[in-house]
């Protein structure tokens, strides 16, 4: 398996333009996470589904971000407009089923740049 | 609530020394815990798991993890540093109600040549 992969890498934009990350999760892993890393706040839980359903949105900061799993292979982080304090390294993550047993598998992460 | 707590927020170490990252938890019951590492432009990695058995734990690229029940402690441990080792770790616990991992705030690990 080729791991969590996400796209794009790097993602420049400018202020007020709309942002939108992709994540496909391992085959077979029934939750995905998505997280959001800066200098100042670490590491902070945005959103997790289980089985493409939306668990747990407490961590979105604002409505301006949304998460979709349209499917076990798919989702998306979408921020609309974007603002330059949206700048951050944005992971996914999958797990199995007992997640909390097993761990997390990360992707490498799209380093959001907003100027 | 579950949580976890790491001291230090860098930790300096000379190549060849042995070094410990430490990492403190309060959890309810048998806590699952967990190591993960950062190196520089990449996601987290895992290391190292406790869920049950020897206190001593083995992971990945000669690391080992110490479980003390009595301290709340599983700190992260290596005989001898090496200058590769320079990342970001991660400690994290299971969260008992939500089965998610509670991540801690990060220790940077510096090796000197």
């Known amino acids: 398996d080729a791991g969590v992969i996400q796209s794009p890498r790097h993602e420049v934009t400018e202020m007020g333009q709309e942002v939108t990350l992709r994540c496909k999760p391992i085959?077979?892993?029934?939750?995905l996470f998505w997280y959001r890393q800066t200098m100042m706040r670490g590491l902070e839980l945005l959103i997790y589904?289980?089985?493409?359903?939306?668990?747990?949105d407490s961590g979105m900061p604002e409505d301006r971000f949304s998460a979709k799993m349209p499917n076990a292979s798919f989702s998306t982080l979408k921020i609309q407009p974007s603002e330059p304090r949206d700048s951050a390294v944005y992971f996914c993550?999958?797990?199995?089923?007992?997640?909390?047993?097993?761990?997390?598998?990360f992707g490498s992460g799209t380093r959001l740049t907003v100027v | 609530a579950q949580s976890v707590a790491q001291p230090e927020d860098q930790v300096n170490v000379a190549e060849g020394n042995p070094l410990t990252v430490k990492c403190t938890y309060s959890?309810?019951?048998?806590?699952?815990l967990f190591w993960y590492v950062q190196y520089p432009n990449r996601g987290l990695q895992f290391l190292l798991k406790?869920?049950?058995?020897?206190?001593l734990v083995k992971g990945s690229y000669g690391f080992e993890a110490e479980f003390n029940k009595s301290q709340t402690s599983f700190h992260l441990k290596k005989p001898s540093a090496l200058v590769s080792d320079s990342a970001l770790y991660f400690c994290a616990v299971r969260d008992i109600g939500t089965d998610k991992l509670i991540f801690g705030t990060g220790t940077r690990l510096q090796v000197f040549p």
């Open positions: 589904f289980n089985n493409n359903v939306p668990i747990d």
């Open positions: 993550a999958s797990s199995l089923i007992q997640g909390g047993s097993y761990g997390y598998t």
């Open positions: 406790y869920i049950t058995g020897d206190n």
């Open positions: 085959s077979g892993h029934d939750y």
């Open positions: 959890v309810s019951g048998n806590p699952y």
